[in-house]
């Protein structure tokens, strides 16, 4: 039997209490670590969340917890999950289980004592490898483990199947395509997920939300949102979507730049540069409301960028609409600009923003006042004529400067 190499979090403090605490209620093969972390482990990716399957039943588990002095949250009660807390780290725990009745979102589900019909019910093959605390690893479908090693994503038994008994399997089929796939992708998966993609209409927008934000922050999800617009399923998540290309160009650019993932920037590259097709997709996606504004402003008209344009004119759009914008539009603009683009050019606009500090504006109300100008909207307009002309001057302001400004715009006040 293969054994997993030393895993610095099987043997962490935290993990070995909560298994000791299953295996003194139910014996040595009670419980096994299932799923992303022995996936992770056995491709040498990181792991964040540990997952725990055991034959023990949901009111055992929060015994046998709570016998050790660890935490015990009754967190998904009816499917069979609690989650331990230990050392502040948490643990989710289900009860290996069956399928009793589905719908395409929800399934009532039936305990059991069978590692195999628990793998049964699970989505892809390389999720249904369980490893017990020694590091030994199990695969009940047979080619969990090959599939993890060649990058095969294929779903347990009939892909159909398992799309209708959860139909955000599809999402999820085409997010672990873009973080694990390589190779040709499973005909037979591609084909259930664009025979069964109306079922996506009855999820939640939440649920979807999170599947493709996390299928975006791949290190490259080209290929993926490919498929998925090939197969249909991409109108059907987000049907404001119309520009691959430019996401296939802005992934180049992050590669170039070693920019990082950004998964928000990618979604805005799908998308037309429209502010309301932004506002629409993050309500699609229940995205947060600083997520959609940052959409919103990325996909805003003016002030135009172009690679070839000045440090001055850069200063003046950075001080219109901000760095984090104009950085966004930089790279989304340069994404648009077709395999002949300066590079040069939108590098240079990118290290100018990075070192941007919006400068405090020249003066203040209680200045213009002193000046003469009456309190109330007079005062606004004096600000404002000030401050183009400060803008006008690259942001430069002396003391002679400020008070020519301001008697100009005084003068033309009182005009």
Same mark, same amino acid.
């Given at each position: ?183 040709? +992708? *499973?005909?037979? =998966?591609? %084909?259930?997920?664009? &025979?069964? @993609?109306? $079922? !996506? /209409?009855?999820?939640?927008?939440? #649920? ?63 998308? +037309? *540069?429209?502010? =309301?097709? %932004?506002?629409?997709? &993050?309500? @699609?996606? $229940? !995205? /947060?409301?600083?997520?959609?504004? #940052? ?63 919006? +400068? ?56």
């Amino acid at each position: 039997m293969e054994t997993l190499p030393n895993q610095p979090w099987m043997s962490d403090p935290a993990t070995a209490a909560v298994m000791a605490a299953l295996e003194r209620a139910g014996g040595a093969d009670c419980a096994r670590f299932v799923g992303g972390c022995v996936r992770n482990a056995v491709l040498g990716a990181p792991v964040r969340d540990i997952d725990i399957a055991t034959r023990l039943t949901p009111p055992a588990v929060t015994a046998a917890l709570e016998a050790a002095r660890l935490k015990a949250l009754p967190t998904g009660l009816a499917h069979g999950t609690v989650t331990a807390v230990a050392r502040g780290r948490s643990f989710e725990i289900t009860t290996l289980r069956r399928d009793v009745e589905t719908d395409g979102r929800r399934a009532v589900v039936a305990f059991t004592t069978d590692w195999a019909e628990d793998a049964a019910r699970r989505d892809f093959r390389l999720n249904a490898l369980y490893a017990d605390r020694a590091g030994r690893l199990h695969d009940p479908t047979g080619a969990g483990l090959a599939d993890a090693r060649a990058g095969r994503v294929v779903f347990v038994g009939d892909a159909a199947r398992r799309i209708r008994e959860d139909a955000l399997r599809i999402a999820r089929y085409f997010r672990f395509l873009a973080w694990y796939g390589r190779g040709d +992708p *499973d005909p037979a =998966a591609l %084909a259930a997920c664009e &025979a069964e @993609r109306d $079922r !996506l /209409s009855g999820l939640s927008a939440e #649920r979807i939300g999170h599947e493709l934000m996390t299928l975006l922050a791949a290190e490259d999800p080209r290929r993926a949102v490919r498929l998925m617009a090939r197969t249909g399923v991409l109108a059907r998540l987000v049907p404001e979507a119309i520009d691959l290309d430019r996401l296939e160009a802005l992934a180049a650019v992050e590669a170039e730049m070693s920019a990082g993932v950004d998964p928000l920037i990618r979604l805005a590259a799908l998308l +037309p *540069d429209d502010p =309301a097709a %932004a506002v629409a997709a &993050a309500a @699609r996606l $229940r !995205l /947060s409301n600083p997520a959609r504004d #940052r959409l919103a402003a990325a996909l805003g008209s003016g002030p135009r960028l172009s690679a070839d344009m000045g440090s001055r004119e850069a200063r003046r759009a950075l001080w219109a609409i901000g760095a984090g914008t104009f950085r966004d539009r930089v790279m989304l603009t340069w994404a648009g600009s077709g395999p002949e683009a300066n590079a040069a050019g939108w590098r240079a606009l990118l290290e100018t923003a990075a070192g941007w500090r919006r +400068p405090a504006p020249p003066i203040g109300g209680e200045r213009v006042i002193a000046a003469g100008v009456p309190p109330g909207p007079a005062v606004g307009a004096v600000l404002r004529a000030v401050e183009a002309a400060w803008i006008d001057d690259d942001f430069v302001a002396d003391e002679a400067r400020l008070a020519r400004w301001l008697d100009a715009a005084t003068r033309r006040l009182a005009g």
